[in-house]
């Protein structure tokens, strides 16, 4: 069984158990949501199409984590004026679990939840990147409150201990990104990170 599912202005098609992006949510990490728009649904050749919305269907999903995608460059230049502009965008997303499927007919399917959600998107954080990340996991530092109970030296000296070229990272606002991360105060985390670049000030 699938769904055609409707949220953040966006159409997504969800199986029971599956894991997607989506515009981001106003709910905290580990809240559990009912989707009630719902386009379409199919279960073999049976098919229900809403119009718009299948009435009496829904779709379970849990929030999993909060982030921001990888930043997207934006250039600006005008020719014979003297003009040009470099900046950058990274778009805020939420990860969902889908746990479950109601076609509004009496069929349903759905999908065991993870049992602990332990784990952030480190790389949200400015100045942070995959490898580094990588780094953290190694020394169970997993998620944006660990990193917020860490101080800058501490984080250096972990990065030059992983034997890696980590050793140039400014860490100073790691731990002040992660800590508004953890909060859910993403308002405030953007407009500090939108003053940083590799997590230095501008």
Do not use: C
């Not at 780094?135 to 660990?146: L, M, P």
């Not at 100073?172 to 407009?191: I, M, R, Y």
């Amino acid at each position: 069984m699938y769904a055609v599912i409707k949220t953040g202005g966006k159409q997504y098609r969800v199986i029971a158990g599956a894991k997607l992006r989506v515009e981001q949510l106003s709910a905290e990490v580990g809240t559990e949501l009912i989707i009630d728009q719902v386009l379409m649904v199919a279960d073999g050749e049976k098919v229900r199409i809403g119009t718009p919305l299948v009435q009496g269907a829904s779709v379970k999903a849990t929030v999993l984590a909060h982030g921001r995608g990888d930043k997207v460059k934006i250039y600006k230049h005008r020719r014979r004026k003297h003009y040009k502009k470099q900046g950058g965008h990274r778009q805020w997303y939420s990860e969902i679990f889908i746990g479950g499927i109601e076609d509004g007919a009496g069929g349903s399917a759905s999908a065991k939840a993870p049992e602990q959600i332990v784990k952030d998107d480190l790389t949200k954080i400015e100045g942070v990147g995959p490898k580094i990340a990588d780094v953290f996991a190694k020394n169970g530092v997993t998620t944006f409150a660990a990193l917020a109970a860490l101080d800058a030296d501490g984080i250096t000296a972990m990065l030059k201990a992983s034997g890696g070229r980590f050793g140039m990272a400014k860490p100073a606002s790691w731990p002040q990104q992660a800590a508004l991360a953890a909060a859910g105060k993403w308002d405030e985390f953007q407009k500090l990170t939108d003053d940083l670049v590799g997590g230095v000030q501008k």
